[in-house]
């Protein structure tokens, strides 16, 4: 996309950053993420608390007694005071904010003339559950143990990096053919 580009309103679309200035100023919020709060970053642990929340909320008998999501409604089980929490909340409004501010906020489907409006909101939707859950699963995800994993240098974030994207490699040649 050219620097020329406008959107339908008429405003400018500003080019993507350098992703070497961007894969930078990503680290650095890394770092600073792990002196501030002693964690890294991560997206899923906040789904996990909402869940626990929800389920506490719904059933809280039976939330209690899960072995899983027991330990995180001992406290009430209100999701905002984790700071993943926050820290989701957070990227969502700067992706809003960024995606404004550089003329490229707009609503559309990806994919859905090649492959159909109902079928491509229903792999999108089962791939998200199904790479939720392999987080869970794994204990992180791409940001959990992607980048918070890696540069700690945990094994299981290179093992987890090395079969997300296998997966994701083989699930695209099923899905479009060989």
């Keep these: 996309m050219s620097v020329s580009a406008t959107t339908a309103a008429g405003r400018p679309v500003?080019?993507?950053?350098n992703p070497l200035l961007a894969g930078t100023v990503l680290g650095l919020v890394l770092?600073?993420?792990?002196?501030?709060?002693?964690?890294?970053?991560?997206?899923t642990g906040a789904s996990t608390r909402?869940?626990?929340?929800?389920?506490?909320?719904?059933?809280?008998?039976?939330t209690q007694a899960n072995e899983y999501l027991g330990a995180m409604v001992e406290d009430g089980a209100n999701p905002l005071p984790s700071w993943i929490s926050w820290q989701v909340i957070g990227v969502a409004m700067g992706a809003l904010v960024a995606a404004f501010m550089g003329g490229r906020l707009r609503?559309?489907?990806?994919?859905?003339?090649?492959?159909?409006?109902?079928?491509r909101i229903a792999t999108a939707l089962i791939g998200g559950l199904l790479s939720g859950f392999g987080a869970r699963v794994a204990a992180g995800c791409t940001s959990g143990l992607g980048?918070?994993?890696?540069?700690?240098?945990?094994?299981?974030?290179?093992?987890f990096l090395a079969t997300f994207f296998a997966s994701g490699l083989m699930v695209h040649r099923i899905i479009k053919g060989l």
Excluded: Y
């Design 14 to 17: 500003r080019p993507f950053w």
């Design 31 to 43: 770092l600073l993420t792990f002196v501030w709060t002693g964690h890294g970053l991560g997206a």
């Design 50 to 62: 909402l869940t626990a929340w929800l389920g506490h909320e719904i059933a809280p008998a039976a």
């Design 107 to 119: 609503v559309q489907l990806d994919g859905a003339k090649s492959v159909g409006t109902g079928k």
């Design 147 to 159: 980048l918070s994993g890696a540069a700690t240098l945990g094994i299981a974030a290179f093992v």
